[in-house]
């Protein structure tokens, strides 16, 4: 499946806001329903961080990346110098020794470090793999109308959430276009001849100048954009609605919600009571 | 509307930057602050928090509302003309309270802290173990741990002063870079033209009876439009023609509702811009009037809470049926403008102004948009104002208005036109049998590997020699940027070569020039001398040198003194070229020049171009998705469809 076609090995680059093709059950889930679960499960590995939440939401977003058909290639590749970070972390962690001591022919080694070490990073990568879930199986057209369902009831108390939909929106609709504007931008900037600076003073002071014309130039052409589609929101009379299907959960929501309810539920049961790894020891 | 967009635009800024160096975020943040309302950087705050989040989970989150708390503090702070004093007491109370609020943090997570201590703890115990087993280190490596542990024992003092230490730093840079940007940054021009107009009454806004009406701009010493009269019926289809400077957009105003500054306008109710049975505009750039990411949000886009539309029949009448739930930037100009149609049509409006709508858009997006245009007023109630300044697409109308423009050429009057280019500075080699660019077997696929995998170029392979003059023709979409931006060198293909004189072109970025489209974005610094001094790799007191290259492309040499948002148009692609010839490339890549750029300007253009390749003998590659105008410019011509060169017979004149 994997046989390369390409001459040169292309890093696979960082796709972002865009959805892997598809209509799985995931796909269909409301927006507002998956980021409910990323906040609700979010808040139970930052009280909880043991191994077994650790674990169960683990399993929960394997099942949603086989259920959302996710293949492989999506994740992108990880720098070489990630890998030689883990993999010191791991070594000195192993150093440390710990509890639960193994022996390996004549020598004994405590993992405890080590353990606590994998613990920590499992937990990044999972809450990592959770927000990446929700952006690759979300449209991003349905986020800004979840977030103005979700947000209603801080409308009682005069937050003026439908704006801040409304800015969600238009920002999701404009960062694909200012996204290609820099890469513009940065084109021009390496097309130019760099300025040759003899004294290291007149290198730094060159360098900053530099960053802030690159600033000063991606304000403007974000500025001006602004002004475009201020215009055009005022050839349309104004913010309105958002969105032309109606944004709320369905059948399947509730579904979904019941699983993920579950599953936290019996993860914390366990974490507090037979298999607790996460409680204050010393 | 307009702080809502620029918060907008904003975030869209600060989401990239933060990612890379957190420190650059809080400039646009700050300028946010500066020029608008709290409210606008909250919202702003919120909106980017939330797309940071979706991006990078919560550390972007977090990365995003330490940027805009710095800009919005130097922001604030240097509205109201406080100096640095004022910052750094703000930072100092800032930071202290978020470092009350971590500690409480890790003090109610007290199983995240634990963890973190202790992975922490772990790897220093082991980091020490291995200095240990170095012989006279033992004592360094049980230092080493003791002090670690009583660091963590103290962790609240620990992470309280770090947290101020750090906050005041960052708000302290944030400030200096800020205050160095922002004089920078006040002299963007405002271009947003269109104004909401104070509803009173009913609305309607024809029949409109327009009487001697003349319009000023505000700091304007000339009349931009008028004296004009004319009258639009209900029912019918109206062209204003005319060329540019003529007044055309500034009639678009006064009918969207802008007040002249002398005559009378009479309707019988009021304009209600974008309102149910108003007034609705069309306008020129494709991209920016699409506010929806989904082509059916966009249609719905603003109309009332409650107001229900048949968006399949909109759609269908527009010919965007079953592209409802498409995304709308993969559309094409033609598609876009479309359905910035059925958006309006959304309205109902009783009056509807198209303002130069076919501008950037293919011979093939034009036409579809013009039978679209053209049948309007037969299947609505309502009057069309069609504002071009094609006649044949004036044809089409019930009656025409031709805007003489006694307002004055306003824009290129100092456009100072130098009939022939002086001395070549590039090499005049005429015609060689070496090929300055090669490429050999390209194809390029974005996204390799990922489910987004997207081939753009499929084996191209063709020769520029020198002084050659090519076209590559193609539509939206069949890969003719990528192409340019393989010459250029900036992308590697991901099979086959592009070769400049023989060696990879990646390898010699630069020595083949480039012209983005958007001109805007090739300009860096802030005045003319300085970007061509920039652009070129010369000292900008070399005044010389700078006037050289402003006359090879036809600009006054005063023009050297101007501010770059100072600049029409025409003029910023001038200046573009000016600095990537006076580097004497290789070779020269024009990505759609004549874009935007009215008659005579292209016409000038055009001239100068060819002048450039026949008598200095420079290699010029035009990407282009017009034939019009450009065949003396580019004797050969290359089609390129879905990422394929296909065998359409070129005409081959002109090689001597």
């Known amino acids: 499946m994997s046989a390369p076609t390409a001459s040169r090995t292309q890093r696979k680059p960082v796709v972002l806001l865009r959805p892997v093709p598809g209509n799985s059950v995931i796909h269909q889930l409301w927006a507002g329903t998956k980021l409910i679960v990323v906040a609700a499960i979010g808040v139970l590995l930052t009280f909880y961080p043991g191994w077994v ?57 405590g993992l405890g470090g080590l353990f606590n070490f994998l613990r920590i990073t499992a937990l990044s990568i999972v809450l990592l793999g959770l927000g990446a879930m929700v952006s690759w199986t979300t449209n991003v057209a349905e986020i800004a109308p979840a977030v103005a369902t979700l947000g209603r009831p801080l409308r009682l108390l005069r937050v003026p959430v439908d704006e801040w939909a409304v800015a969600l929106a238009l920002a999701l609709r404009a960062f694909p276009m200012l996204i290609d504007e820099f890469r513009i931008l940065y084109a021009s900037r390496r097309l130019r001849p760099k300025d040759v600076a003899i004294t290291r003073r007149g290198r730094w002071r060159g360098w900053w100048l530099e960053v802030i014309d690159l600033l000063a130039a991606a304000i403007t052409v974000a500025l001006r954009r602004a002004d475009e589609m201020g215009d055009a929101i005022t050839a349309r009379g104004g913010a309105g609605q958002i969105s032309a299907a109606p944004s709320r959960p369905k059948a399947i929501d509730w579904v979904a919600f019941l699983i993920v309810l579950v599953v936290c539920g019996v993860a914390l049961a366990l974490e507090l009571t037979i298999l607790g790894t996460s409680a204050v020891t010393s | 509307m307009a702080a809502l967009c620029a918060a907008t635009a904003i975030i869209a800024v600060v989401v ?20 608008y309302r709290l409210r606008v950087l909250i919202t702003a705050t919120v909106a980017g928090a939330i797309i940071a989040f979706l991006i990078a989970g919560m550390g972007g989150f977090m990365t995003v509302v330490n940027c805009a708390y710095i800009g919005g503090l130097t922001g604030i702070v240097k509205r109201r003309k406080r100096g640095t004093p004022t910052v750094f007491l703000c930072a100092l109370v800032a930071g202290a309270v978020f470092g009350v609020a971590t500690v ?170 974008g309102r149910l049975g108003g007034t609705a505009v069309i306008m020129q750039h494709p991209e920016s009037q699409v506010l929806g990411t989904r082509v059916a949000d966009d249609v719905v886009w603003g109309l009332p809470p409650g107001k229900v539309t048949d968006v399949h029949q909109l759609l269908t009448e527009v010919g965007l049926d079953g592209l409802a739930e498409r995304d709308t930037g993969g559309l094409s100009g033609g598609e876009l403008q479309r359905l910035a149609v059925a958006g309006a049509l959304a309205r109902e409006p009783a009056l509807l102004i198209a303002d130069e709508v076919t501008s950037m858009v293919d011979q093939d997006g034009r036409d579809a948009l013009m039978s679209v245009l053209s049948g309007l007023t037969q299947h609505h109630r309502m009057s069309l104002v069609h504002i071009t300044h094609y006649n044949n697409e004036a044809d089409a109308a019930d009656r025409t208005v031709n805007l003489t423009g006694n307002g004055g050429a306003a824009d290129n009057t100092d456009m100072v036109e130098i009939a022939s280019a002086p001395a070549p500075t590039v090499a005049a080699v005429h015609h060689s049998d070496v090929p300055v660019l090669e490429l050999n077997g390209v194809s390029h696929e974005y996204g390799s590997g990922t489910p987004w995998a997207a081939t753009a170029l499929q084996d191209i392979n063709f020769a520029v020699h020198e002084g050659d003059g090519l076209l590559i023709h193609g539509l939206n979409g069949s890969g003719k940027s990528t192409l340019a931006w393989i010459m250029a060198g900036l992308t590697v293909p991901t099979v086959g070569a592009c070769l400049l004189d023989g060696a990879p072109a990646s390898d010699q970025v630069g020595g083949v020039a480039i012209s983005f489209q958007a001109a805007r974005l090739q300009l860096m610094r802030s005045h003319v001398a300085l970007e061509i001094a920039s652009a070129a790799g010369f000292s900008m007191y070399d005044q010389r040198r700078v006037s050289d290259a402003l006359a090879m492309v036809g600009l006054d040499p005063t023009l050297a003194a101007r501010r770059i948002n100072q600049l029409s148009g025409g003029q910023m692609r001038r200046v573009v070229l000016a600095g990537l010839l006076a580097k004497s490339p290789r070779a020269l890549i024009l990505d759609e020049p004549l874009a935007g750029l009215d008659a005579s300007s292209q016409r000038g253009l055009l001239r100068l171009l060819e002048d450039l390749r026949r008598h200095a003998g420079l290699t010029v590659v035009v990407i282009s998705h017009d034939f019009s105008g450009l065949e003396s410019l580019c004797p050969r011509t290359l089609h390129l469809q879905d990422g394929v060169l296909t065998p359409t017979p070129t005409t081959t004149g002109g090689m001597s």
């Open chain 1, 53 to 109: 939440p650790i674990g169960m939401v683990a399993l929960l977003v394997l099942t949603a990346a086989w259920l959302a058909r996710i293949p492989r290639g999506t994740l992108p590749s990880i720098p070489r110098w990630l890998w030689i970070l883990l993999f010191l972390g791991g070594l000195t962690a192993t150093f440390a020794g710990g509890s639960p001591v193994i022996d390996i022919g004549s020598i004994d080694v």
């Open chain 2, 16 to 35: 990239p930057f933060a990612a890379g160096l957190s420190l650059l975020g809080t400039v646009p943040m700050g300028l946010l602050a500066y020029r």
């Open chain 2, 104 to 273: 409480t943090a890790l003090a109610i997570l007290a199983r995240l802290r634990h963890l973190i201590f202790e992975s922490m703890t772990a790897n220093i115990n082991g980091l020490a173990a291995v200095i240990a087993r170095i012989p006279d280190m033992q004592g360094a490596a049980d230092q080493l741990k003791r002090d670690f542990a009583t660091a963590l024992a103290h962790w609240p003092y620990l992470f309280f002063a770090s947290s101020v230490l750090s906050i005041t730093m960052v708000t302290l840079i944030g400030w200096w870079a800020l205050s160095r940007v922002i004089e920078r940054l006040l002299g963007i021009p405002d271009v947003h033209k269109l104004e909401s107009s104070p509803d009173a009454g009913a609305i309607s806004p024809v029949p409109a009876r327009l009487q001697d009406i003349r319009f000023r701009y505000p700091r304007s010493d000339h009349d931009a439009l008028g004296p004009v009269s004319l009258n639009v019926e209900p029912g019918e289809h109206l062209a204003v023609t005319g060329a540019n400077g003529s007044g055309k957009t500034t009639l678009m105003l006064v009918l969207a509702g802008r007040e002249p500054t002398s005559g009378t306008v009479q309707r019988p109710g009021a304009v209600g811009l």
